[in-house]
């Protein structure tokens, strides 16, 4: 018995050694246990068999065959905690929307986005673009009645609009919304929102200012028809308001957070959306962080457990990239060709901004009162030593050159501009590439008609001191179009010219061109088309009078006349006409001017986030900024 008591405790050793080393390759081969049982039972067959070999007691043999059920025992409980771990989880949203959600994406994580300049308000409804990188600031908390299909950037779908039915003439369109959608404050979303949305929009507050109003100007009221059915009345048929709706300015606020704000959330940060991501903290409009949001209404999104919006700076943000603070950036062209080129996993796609620098001249104030004065500015302006004075500061590789009136690679730009069309798309190389030479040098007879121009209007010494406005920061990329300006003024004019350039705020700019106030003469911003592309956008926007972003204070009766028969025109070539107009008067009046370097940017990011929609955008105005769908292959 003393021979079989010791044999008993030797293979109590042996089971404990056995146990531990089953829980430590039930743990290395977890993604296939039938191999963690087919090496376990091998290996204690063998070892028991051995025992049987030196002790030859029948008593004996049958305690083996109770060691070997025991370890088949341990290994059937190392599979019931193995097995569970092999199904994927599919991703699931509601029927008809973000149908192009990879249903096999990864959970979790948190998406580190950033770029260069900041929105300039907490309001989305101020903005003054939807499209421009500051947009990721804002859109993830927040949603729109309708959205643009990522993949598909020309086409709309739903998304806090369910459907929608327009009247027959087309002064009336109704939008019904969703149904258990909740704002991250837990009220449950309703028509009232929606209505006090657009009604801000339409008719702010004193002091609020409302620059995208003028994209949806034939709505002349919103009134609800049912708890969840708003009615937009028109004063005429305007299919552009759908376009409108699905851009980053008309994001539904809540209304009870707009009432207790009178109507003013510019400095107000914690609002509530009904966003895939809810709000946690900021620091100023550098930096805001999201979390989450675990009760949104479009099934399994979103995908990622945080999403973080940086602000850094425009020489530091490529070392932000590469060194994996941050997981996808806005850089400008040439940045991102060398993020991509220093890193054989970075993504970079160029596109364009839909925007040009303008020189605004406050047609209120003098000198540029004098339409001499605005028409002899444009005829000195020098495209080629712009475009050299401009590419020494921000690069060859970031500025297209070739826009006029009209946006780059805007839909109308052939269509509008016949002769004066510079280039067709992004694959154009020569739009990206040439320096602009033959046909853009000031010659020495434009120099002398200018001149006799700025002597009869009583400027033969030059204009003195004038202050500009500048947007973003006063660093050398966002002045050098100003500061390019006033070298050709000095070079081919007489007298002296000084601009004197001074920093505004979004917001504040928009009460500056309301108020007109005195000190206001000129603005140095970049035009955009961010929103949707249509004619509304970048001449309504800018110089209908009245608009919060007619920085020029130019008001013509004619050309307002032109921008009413424009909206309320449905064919497009009838469209094409009166826009032709407008800008021929443009030209004449000359209230900005056109500076034909056009800004290029390009979304660049780690191949491992996946599903951003920058690997689609064409424009500014077709996304990247929502993050629903995005996940992180890591």
């Known amino acids: 018995m003393a021979s079989l008591f010791g044999f008993r405790l030797k293979h109590v050793g042996v089971l404990l050694a056995l146990t531990v080393v089953v829980g430590m390759m039930a743990a290395a081969c977890a993604s ?6 087919k090496i376990v039972e091998v ?6 068999v051995k025992e049987v070999e030196v002790v030859k007691e029948v008593e004996v043999v049958k305690e083996v065959e109770v060691v070997k059920e025991v370890v088949r025992e341990v290994v059937k409980e190392v599979q019931v905690v193995v097995a569970p771990t092999a199904a994927p989880q599919r991703i699931k949203t ?3 929307i973000t149908s192009w959600v990879n249903q096999d994406a990864k959970m979790g994580g948190t998406l580190r986005a950033g770029t260069f300049f900041g929105p300039g308000t907490t309001d989305p409804n101020m903005t003054s673009s939807a499209g421009n990188p500051t947009m990721g600031f804002f859109a993830p908390r927040a949603n729109r009645l309708l959205r643009i299909n990522e993949p598909d950037p020309g086409k709309l779908e739903p998304e806090l609009a369910t459907s929608w039915e327009v009247s027959g003439d087309g002064k009336t369109v109704i939008f019904h919304i969703r149904e258990g959608v909740q704002w991250h404050n837990g009220d449950p979303l309703s028509g009232r929102d929606v209505q006090a949305t657009f009604q801000r929009i339409l008719n702010p507050p004193e002091g609020v200012p409302s620059p995208k109003r003028v994209s949806i100007a034939p709505v002349n009221s919103v009134e609800l028809v049912g708890p969840m059915s708003v009615q937009f009345n028109l004063d005429h048929g305007y299919g552009a308001l759908f376009d409108a709706v699905a851009s980053g300015p008309f994001l539904i606020m809540h209304k009870g957070t707009l009432d207790k704000n009178n109507g003013q959330l510019d400095g107000v940060f914690d609002w509530p959306g009904t966003g895939p991501f809810k709000y946690v903290r900021n620091t100023g409009l550098d930096l805001v962080i999201y979390e ?8 399994d999104l979103p995908i990622l457990d945080g999403y973080e919006w940086h602000k850094i700076g425009r020489a530091t943000i490529p070392a932000t990239l590469l060194s994996q603070r941050l997981d996808l950036v806005r850089l400008a062209q040439s940045q991102g060709q060398e993020a991509a080129a220093a890193n054989s996993n970075i993504i970079a796609k160029s596109y364009a901004c839909g925007c040009d620098y303008f020189f605004h001249m406050n047609k209120s104030k003098k000198p540029f009162d004098d339409v001499r004065v605005r028409v002899a500015l444009a005829m000195i302006w020098d495209k080629a030593d712009a475009y050299k004075a401009t590419s020494a500061v921000v690069g060859k590789g970031n ?3 070739g826009m006029r009136w009209v946006p780059a690679f805007s839909s109308w730009n052939k269509i509008l501009l016949g002769d004066d069309y510079v280039f067709n798309s ?19 007879a434009r120099v002398k008609a200018a001149q006799a121009l700025m002597d009869a209007a009583g400027y033969s010494g030059g204009l003195g001191t004038i202050q500009v406005d500048v947007r973003g920061s006063l660093a050398p990329p966002a002045t050098i179009h100003a500061e390019a300006l006033e070298m050709l003024i000095n070079k081919h004019l007489t007298g002296t010219t000084k601009f004197e350039l001074k920093l505004v705020g979004r917001s504040e700019a928009y009460v500056r061109v309301k108020n007109q106030a005195s000190d206001f003469h000129a603005s140095s911003v970049a035009f955009s088309l961010a929103d949707f592309d249509n004619p509304v956008q970048w001449l309504s926007s800018w110089y209908k009078t009245g608009s919060d972003q007619n920085y020029a204070q130019y008001s013509n009766p004619e050309f307002d006349k032109l921008m ?3 909206v309320r025109e449905g064919d497009q070539a009838k469209v094409a006409e009166i826009v032709n107009k407008a800008i021929a008067m443009l030209r004449r009046d000359m209230p900005t001017i056109p500076e034909g370097l056009i800004p290029s940017l390009t979304p ?3 191949n491992y986030v996946k599903d951003s929609g920058c690997e689609t955008v064409t424009m500014e105005m077709s996304g990247c900024h929502w993050f629903d769908t995005t996940w992180l292959d890591k």
């Open 604 to 606: 660049a990011w780690w």
């Open 292 to 299: 989450r949001n675990p009760n949104y209404w479009n099934g």
């Open 564 to 566: 009413e028969a424009m």
């Open 426 to 444: 992004l694959d154009d190389n020569a739009a990206w590439k040439d320096e602009p030479t033959e046909g853009w040098n000031v010659d020495a």
């Open 43 to 48: 290996e204690v067959v063998k070892e028991v």
């Open 32 to 37: 296939d246990p039938k191999i963690v049982e």
């Open 399 to 401: 500025i297209i050159t």
């Open 94 to 96: 509601l029927p008809g």
